[in-house]
């Protein structure tokens, strides 16, 4: 199995710009999460799903991130607009049912100057 | 406020010495984890222990939990260059598939 897959793995970009994360969980896996992870605040949770339909959002910072899951394969986070202060590493993790242990994808390092 | 809480922040210790790391956690738990992240890389599940269990081995590795004190030690024995990462406890919130992760400890081992 390849495990996890998130693209970019890094992302440099613009005050204001959009952007999109993506990630493939692991097949037959039916919860996504995705994390976030900064020296301050260390690693959180911003939301999770499960057969693609989300679950608890409550760790999503501001309107300005949304995640979706058109699919069982996909799952995306936008950031629109970036703000500097979103600058972290983001990973999406996945879990069967039955399942209590996380797979993690390699996160993807995004950078908003 | 984190759920798990590491303790020390950072340890550096000699190949071969033995690294204890402790987390402490604030509720009630169904099972608590260990994780371990490598500079730049996700992070990797080391071992699970429940809640109705006081000690789990895996390898090198030695895990212990105190519900009534709500904490965990996570004891690497033998420890080598490659176990420098950094370590974090993850606690599974009754319930739900909820997992908060501690600050983690940063373990570096000299060889």
Redesign the interface.
């Known amino acids: 199995d390849a495990g996890v897959i998130q693209s970019p793995r890094h992302e440099v970009t613009e005050m204001g710009q959009e952007v999109t994360l993506r990630c493939k969980p692991i097949s037959g896996h039916d919860y996504l999460f995705w994390y976030r992870q900064t020296m301050m605040r260390g690693l959180e949770l911003l939301i999770y799903f499960n057969n693609n339909v989300p679950i608890d959002d409550s760790g999503m910072p501001e309107d300005r991130f949304s995640a979706k899951m058109p699919n069982a394969s996909f799952s995306t986070l936008k950031i629109q607009p970036s703000e500097p202060r979103d600058s972290a590493v983001y990973f999406c993790a996945s879990t069967g049912t039955g399942q209590e242990t996380q797979y993690f994808g390699p996160g993807t390092r995004l950078l908003v100057l | 406020s ?1 759920q798990g809480e590491e303790d020390p922040q950072a340890l550096s210790i000699q190949e071969g010495e033995n690294a204890t790391m402790n987390c402490s956690y604030k509720t009630s738990i169904n ?1 608590l ?1 260990w994780y371990r992240q490598n500079s730049g ?5 080391l071992i ?1 222990i429940r809640s109705n269990e006081r000690e789990k081995h895996s390898g090198r590795l030695r895990v212990t939990l105190d519900t009534s004190k709500k904490s965990s030690s996570l004891l690497i024995t033998a420890s080598r260059a490659a176990d420098t990462a950094s370590y ?1 406890c993850a606690t ?1 919130i009754s319930g ?9 400890t940063r373990l570096f081992v000299k060889a």
């Open positions: 984190q099972n984890q890389r996700g992070l990797v599940h699970l974090f599974d739900g598939f909820k997992t908060i992760f501690g600050a983690g």
